[in-house]
Structure formats: C-alpha cells, structure tokens
Nanobody
C-alpha cells in the first residue's frame, strides 16, 4: 500500500553537495519517525540521520555539521541535505519511515536505495 522512492543520488566531487529526497506514496494516514541509512559493500547498514514525528533530529558523528535531515509532511517527503561531501560518504543511501496507513496501524517501510558516489 505504501512505497518510498529515493532520488537525488549521483556522482559528486569532494566538497560538493547533494540533496536526497524520499517520497512516500499510497495510503498514508501519518508518517512518524524516519531516517536515512547508508551501506557500503562488506559493512553493515548504518543510521546517518534520524527525525521524529516531533521534528527532533539526530546525526551520526561522521556527518554531524555537514548533513541535515528534514521533512515536508504536506508532500510526504523527507530530505537529506549533504554538504562538504567526502569520499568516505560514498554508499547506497536508504530512507526509512514508520508510517501509519490508518490511525491504528504502523509499519516500517524502506526505499529502494540511491547511490551516492563522491570522487574526483
């Protein structure tokens, strides 16, 4: 019933910026906690940034001060603004949201992932 689609990934030079978007579509009553994760080959998926339904945010130490997570609930869209990108930021980025399809049910949804490559 719900689909998350990430976009905005691509190739960028070190020091550059990208903005990732995660659009939720389908039967949506409310989007609660959400976050952005990333994964590289041979490593576990890690939480990069999180945001609560009350708009409180948290960040991994490796991205603090460079990345900003935000939401536009009217558009059912979550964003990750990435500035001062480094080669070690290269990964597949996934959005995650806890979404209620009705007032009584909540489920965790994942996007398909978008590749971010930081290289000269």
């Amino acid at each position: 019933q719900v689909r998350l689609v990430e976009s905005g990934g691509g190739l960028v030079q070190p020091g550059g910026s990208l903005r990732l978007s995660c659009v939720a579509s389908g039967t949506i009553f409310r989007i609660n906690n959400g976050g952005w994760y990333r994964q590289v080959p041979g490593k576990q998926r890690e939480l990069v940034a999180g945001i609560t339904s009350g708009s409180s945010t948290s960040y991994a130490d490796s991205v603090k001060g460079r990345f900003t997570i935000s939401r536009d609930n009217a558009k059912n869209t979550m964003y990750l603004q990435m500035n001062s990108l480094k080669p070690e930021d290269t990964a597949v980025y996934y959005c995650n949201n806890r979404i209620q399809t009705n007032p009584m049910y909540e489920y965790t949804y994942w996007g398909q992932g978008t590749q971010v490559t930081v290289s000269s």
